[in-house]
C-alpha cells in the first residue's frame, strides 16, 4: 500500500481485504472505456494504481472555491442566504418545500469554520471574519427563545425561514415547537466566544455568557444512564425528552473557556461535566455506547448513536492533551474506535464514515469530521494508525465540491446545495485543521 499517506501493512487485514474485493468488484465490471468512468459527486473518480482515490484538485484550491462560491451567496434581509436557511440550492435559493433550520448547529459550527479558514488564509480577506460576524448577529438578534422559562433567551436548536426574530413556537425537525436542545446552546455558546476573542464585541460574549449560566441552572449530575442534560427539553418548563445527549464536548469547551477568561463560576461545572465525561461516558464507548445516542436534530431516537459527538470529544482531547487529560492519547483512541468499528464502510472503494446507527451514509459534516479527527491524532500521536483514512475519508467528501465552488451535502450523488451544515458550514473547519495536521495535503494531486 502507498505508505506516503500512512497506511502500514499492519492495519486490519480485513480492512484490505475488503478494499481489495471492493476494488476488484469495479475493475472487473469495467469492460470499455466509457464503463471506466466512475463518478463520485461531482467529478469523475481518480485512483492511483494501489486503488488510492486522489483528489480531483488539490483540497486547497477546492476549499478557496467552495469559499469563493460562498462569498457571492444572495443577501436576503441583511444575511447571506445561506446563514438563515438549512437548504439551498445551486442559484442561491432555499427550498421552499424545507422551510425548517437548525441555527445553533448550522451557524455555530460555521463560525469556527470561518474563523478558521480565515486565520488558514493568513487574514488575507476580511469577508470571511464579516461573514463569521454576520453568523453571530443572526444567532444573537433572531434565533434566540423568549425571556421565559427555564431556558430564556437561549439559542434555538431548530426554527425556520421566517424574516427576524424566530417566533416562539418555531421548533422544526424533531423538536416540540417550545422545545430546544441544550447542547446546541452550549455549541452556540462555544462559537460566540470564539468569535468574541477574535472582535472584541460583546454582543457575542454576553450571549455565551448567558447560554452557559442557563446551562449551569439546568444542570444534573448525570450517571451511567443519563448524561448531565436531557437531548431536548421544553423551555418553558423545562420538561425533558429524551435522558441523554451524547454531544456534550461543546459544553465542557464552553465553560472550561468562560473560566479562563475569569469567570470562576464556571469552574465547578466544568469539572463536573469532565468527571461525567471521564468516568462514564468515554469507558461507555469501548461497550455499548448507549451513552452515545442523540445528537442530530431531525432524529428522535433513544437508541441511535451517532459518530460526531465522540469525534467532536476526541478532537478535544487531541487539541487539549494533558491539560484536560493525561490519559488523552489512550481515551482518544478508546473513542476512535467506537466509531471506526460502528460507522465506517465502503463507498467506490473508498474507506468512509456514516453519521448515526440510523443512517450509516458519508454525509459531508460528520464523514469530514471523521477524516479531520484521524488526521488530528495521526499528526500529534506520530502513528501511521488511522492516517490513510483520514486522506481518503476527506477526498471522497471534497468529491462533492463542483469545479465552479458549489458544494452538495453528499459525494454519493452530483446534486449541488441541498443541506447546508453537511454542504458548507460543518465541513470547512475540518479540512482546515486536516491540512494545518499535514500541510504537504493542501497542495497535492
Known amino acids: 500500500m502507498n505508505v506516503r499517506y500512512g497506511i502500514p501493512g499492519r492495519i486490519m487485514p480485513l480492512f ?18 466509457k464503463q471506466h468512468s466512475i463518478k463520485i459527486g461531482q467529478h469523475i473518480a481518480r485512483y492511483d ?24 451567496c444572495r443577501i436576503v434581509n441583511g444575511f447571506p442566504r445561506f446563514i438563515t436557511c438549512t437548504f439551498m440550492d445551486d442559484r442561491y ?20 469554520s470561518y474563523l478558521d479558514y480565515y486565520k488558514f488564509d493568513k487574514q488575507r480577506h476580511l469577508i470571511y471574519l ?37 417566533p416562539a413556537d418555531c421548533g422544526s425537525q424533531q423538536d416540540k415547537p417550545y422545545e430546544v436542545q441544550p447542547d446546541k446552546g452550549g455549541l452556540a455558546g462555544y462559537a460566540l466566544l470564539r ?28 450517571d451511567s444512564q443519563n448524561s ?34 475569569g469567570y470562576t463560576e464556571f469552574e465547578k461545572p466544568a469539572q463536573q461535566l469532565w468527571d461525567w465525561i471521564k468516568d462514564y461516558q468515554i469507558p461507555n464507548a469501548a461497550s455499548t455506547g448507549t451513552l452515545w445516542v442523540q445528537f442530530f436534530e431531525d432524529y428522535n431516537d433513544d437508541h441511535n448513536r451517532n459518530s460526531w459527538s465522540a469525534m467532536n470529544l476526541a478532537r478535544y482531547l487531541i487539541e487539549a492533551k494533558s491539560r484536560l487529560d493525561p490519559e488523552w492519547k489512550h481515551d482518544a483512541h478508546t473513542l476512535i474506535k467506537f466509531v471506526v468499528k460502528n460507522f465506517t464502510g465502503f463507498r467506490f472503494g473508498v474507506p468512509i464514515c456514516g453519521e448515526q446507527d440510523g443512517d450509516r451514509e458519508p454525509w459531508g459534516g460528520a464523514c469530514s469530521t471523521y477524516g479531520a479527527v484521524l488526521a488530528m491524532y495521526s499528526a500529534a500521536t506520530g502513528s501511521n494508525e488511522y492516517k490513510g483514512l483520514a486522506y481518503q475519508a476527506l477526498t471522497f467528501v471534497m468529491y462533492a465540491i463542483g469545479s465552479d465552488g458549489c458544494p452538495g451535502q453528499n459525494a454519493l450523488s452530483s446534486l449541488r446545495g441541498g443541506w447546508q451544515e453537511d454542504a458548507h458550514t460543518d465541513k470547512i473547519h475540518n479540512f482546515v485543521d486536516a491540512m494545518e495536521a499535514f500541510p504537504q495535503w493542501v497542495n497535492e494531486r
Open 93 to 112: 435559493h432555499w427550498y421552499k418545500k424545507r422551510a425548517d433550520t437548525i441555527p445553533a448547529m448550522q451557524d455555530g459550527m460555521g463560525i469556527i
Open 228 to 261: 448531565p442534560w436531557p437531548f431536548r427539553v421544553d423551555y418553558r418548563t423545562g420538561k425533558p425528552d429524551g435522558t441523554v445527549s451524547a454531544d456534550m464536548s461543546f459544553i465542557l469547551r464552553l465553560f472550561i473557556d468562560l473560566n479562563q477568561l
Open 49 to 72: 494504481a494501489n486503488g488510492i482515490l486522489k483528489p480531483w484538485t488539490s483540497w486547497g484550491d477546492a476549499i478557496a472555491r467552495e469559499m469563493n462560491w460562498y462569498n457571492h
Open 130 to 166: 464579516q461573514i463569521a460576524e454576520k453568523m453571530g448577529d443572526y444567532l444573537v438578534q433572531d434565533c434566540n427563545t423568549p425571556d421565559t422559562g427555564k431556558y430564556p433567551e437561549f439559542t434555538r436548536s431548530t426554527g425556520r425561514v421566517v424574516t427576524g426574530q424566530l
Open 16 to 33: 484490505f481485504l475488503m478494499l481489495f474485493c471492493t476494488l476488484s468488484t469495479y475493475c472487473s465490471a469495467q469492460t470499455d472505456s
Open 195 to 222: 468569535l468574541y476573542e477574535v472582535t472584541k464585541n460583546k454582543l457575542y460574549l454576553n450571549q455565551a455568557l448567558h447560554n452557559a449560566r442557563v446551562l449551569v441552572a439546568n444542570m444534573g449530575t448525570g
